[in-house]
């Protein structure tokens, strides 16, 4: 039994690995994709269809005995704000911040999430935070680590390639140390985490009621893409496909099928961990990507990593290993709490004063 247990958070650990190192290649070649002059709705679109077609069969086989028999009007509720700001806010702002920054960029942000996730998480009574526990301190520690590595990594791997190639230009304009386009693109990526980290605690939420996380999926996407066709309606003010023409329609259809199974399988396969796990564990893996990005964008440009982007990625790690030690001993106190209750409950009903010797 224990080692049936091990085996679980192994592959547990290992599909959360590797969903972001495929996300981490999904990421550089849509920044390609982007940078050719996409709309990044029109990609946003295509991707949520698609990702809606794929999983919809694998939720109908895997899922369909556990689907509840009605939805409270709550639960619709909060299906649609996932969809709303999960699916079609968070790729909308997420494409547009890639498309002003870079692939790193857009992967080291979302190592913000963590700390919103913990803020909303224990603010919503879904994580368990005692300072006065070790443990709680540990993983608070370890979720700040977690963060700043990342963060440092990226800005010192971004800073070494602005430098080599600043040293390129002949003339360099003294503006060029406050890039307008990039102090955008790193707003709608902040904003874009901001969605995210939301809507995950909130699918935590709706996975008590609603215990199919690929069926939850599918149906936010189908909701999400609807929602993103409004919403390229409100900004465009028509369904603009001109865009497309930059790759040609069906290298579009093309990388929204790659999209959609990256995208769809990853989040489903985070929805199944958070339904076990919690919405923390899985965000504490996001850093993963970013460590990809980096290095495929210093092999890609002949650029190398310096000290800080090594302490960086240390620091992330360290963190990393830190608050998933501390939510292991958290769940073994618990248990041992428990038993220690059951064990005290049992003495007392054995030796009960007011019960006669005699029967």
């Not at 099928?257 to 769809?264: K, Y």
């Amino acid at each position: 039994m224990m080692k049936k247990e091990t085996l679980k958070e192994v592959g547990i650990i290992g599909g959360l690995v590797g969903s972001q190192v495929t996300y981490a290649g999904n990421s550089e070649v849509l920044s390609h994709v982007l940078s050719l002059g996409v709309d990044p709705l029109l990609v946003a679109i295509f991707c949520t269809f698609v990702s809606f077609l794929l999983i919809s069969p694998l939720a109908f086989l895997l899922e369909r005995e556990v689907w509840p028999r009605s939805l409270s009007f709550k639960l619709k509720t909060k299906l649609v704000l996932v969809a709303l700001v999960g699916v079609t806010l968070f790729q909308w702002l997420f494409f547009e911040g890639m498309k002003h920054t870079s692939a790193s960029m857009a992967t080291a942000m979302p190592n913000l999430a963590p700390a919103f996730i913990f803020v909303i998480a224990w603010a919503t009574g879904m994580e368990k935070v005692k300072l006065s526990c070790m443990y709680s301190r540990v993983k608070m520690g370890g979720t700040v680590l977690c963060v700043m590595g990342a963060l440092i990594m990226s800005l010192m791997h971004s800073s070494t390639a602005t430098s080599s190639s600043l040293k390129a230009l002949p003339i360099v304009p003294e503006d060029v140390a406050l890039d307008k386009e990039k102090i955008l693109g790193c707003l709608c990526l902040f904003l874009s985490i901001c969605c995210l980290s939301s809507s995950l605690v909130l699918q935590a939420s709706i996975l008590v009621e609603f215990p199919a996380p690929v069926s939850m999926f599918s149906v936010v996407t189908l909701i999400g893409g609807f929602t993103t066709v409004a919403l390229q309606y409100v900004v465009k003010g028509s369904m603009d496909m001109g865009s497309a023409s930059v790759i040609g329609l069906k290298n579009l259809v093309g990388y929204a099928v790659l999209g959609g199974l990256v995208s769809g399988g990853g989040l489903s396969f985070n929805a199944w961990v958070i339904k076990r796990k919690g919405p923390v564990v899985v965000s504490l893996f996001s850093p993963i990507a970013t460590v990809v990005c980096v290095v495929f964008s210093a092999f890609s440009m002949d650029d190398s990593f310096n000290s800080g982007s090594f302490a960086g990625m240390a620091l992330m790690f360290g963190g990393l290993y830190f608050v998933l030690w501390a939510k292991g001993k958290e769940e073994c106190g618990e248990g041992d709490e428990v038993k220690e209750d059951e064990e005290e409950n049992l003495l007392r009903r054995e030796f009960d004063l007011e019960k006669p010797l005699l029967r």
